[in-house]
């Protein structure tokens, strides 16, 4: 395992807090319990953006939530609590999305998603400590984390970071108010050199 890599304690707490939504608190404290994390169990880290939180955590919040419905049935309860993620980070620390002050409405959509991911991604270098950057194609947008909680997490034989896909495709609803078929495309925990998360221009019909 490479060596520890703080986060703000606010990224695990709505981590936790969604995780807590899609789960129940029964489901949320077996969670935790074996993830390692039971000392967090009516103790969330505080709403703040201080480096108080680790990669390590987050990604061992996520692997309980995957071991605990099985690799088949994960990827759609992990999209779940990444969409939960982005409700509460926006109503709860729009801070760490850059999304404080953000004014869409006046933009056309394909401005809006750019922008938005734009703010995602200074964000998540200023304040998240990923090591992100944004590239775009005529078809799509990359979103790309040379960090992430899934480099402390098992290997995995396929992507395994449906926590972010879930962030993005809401950060996406948000935005435009239609839904966008979200992928990761390469991923750490799979061998890759960065977690990539490809989000196409065009909407799902
Ligand atoms: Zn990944």
Same mark, same amino acid.
């Given at each position: 395992m490479p060596e520890d890599r703080p986060m703000p304690n606010a990224n695990l707490r709505v981590l936790l807090v969604a995780i807590e939504e899609v789960m129940g608190e029964n489901g949320a404290k077996a969670v935790l319990n074996s993830g390692g994390l039971g000392r967090y169990i009516g103790n969330y880290p505080p709403n703040n953006t201080e480096l108080g939180a680790s990669f390590t955590d987050y990604g061992a919040a996520q692997q *309980?939530?995957?071991?605990?419905?099985?690799?088949?049935?994960?990827?759609?309860? @992990?999209? &779940? +609590?990444?969409? %939960?993620?982005?409700?509460?980070?926006?109503?709860?620390?729009?801070?760490?999305?850059?999304?404080?002050?953000? *004014?869409?409405?006046?933009?056309?959509?394909?401005?809006?998603?750019?922008?938005? @991911?734009? &703010? +995602?991604?200074? %964000?998540?270098?200023?304040?998240?400590?990923?090591?992100?950057?944004?590239?775009?194609?005529?078809?799509?947008?990359?979103?790309?984390?040379?960090?992430?909680?899934?480099?402390?997490?098992?290997?995995?034989?396929?992507?395994?970071?449906?926590?972010?896909?879930?962030?993005?495709?809401?950060?996406?609803?948000w935005a435009t108010g239609k839904n966008y078929r979200v992928e990761e495309v390469a991923c750490i925990s799979n061998g890759a050199s960065a977690c990539v998360y490809r989000v196409p221009k065009q909407p799902i019909e």
């Open positions: *309980a939530v995957e071991d605990f419905y099985g690799p088949r049935g994960a990827r759609a309860m @992990l999209i &779940r +609590i990444g969409r %939960a993620t982005f409700r509460y980070t926006r109503q709860e620390q729009p801070a760490i999305l850059g999304l404080a002050g953000l *004014a869409l409405k006046a933009l056309p959509v394909g401005a809006r998603m750019k922008s938005v @991911l734009e &703010r +995602i991604t200074s %964000a998540a270098n200023k304040d998240v400590n990923l090591k992100a950057h944004l590239r775009e194609e005529p078809d799509a947008y990359y979103y790309v984390n040379e960090e992430c909680p899934c480099r402390w997490r098992p290997e995995h034989d396929k992507p395994a970071c449906f926590v972010t896909v879930g962030v993005l495709q809401e950060a996406m609803l």
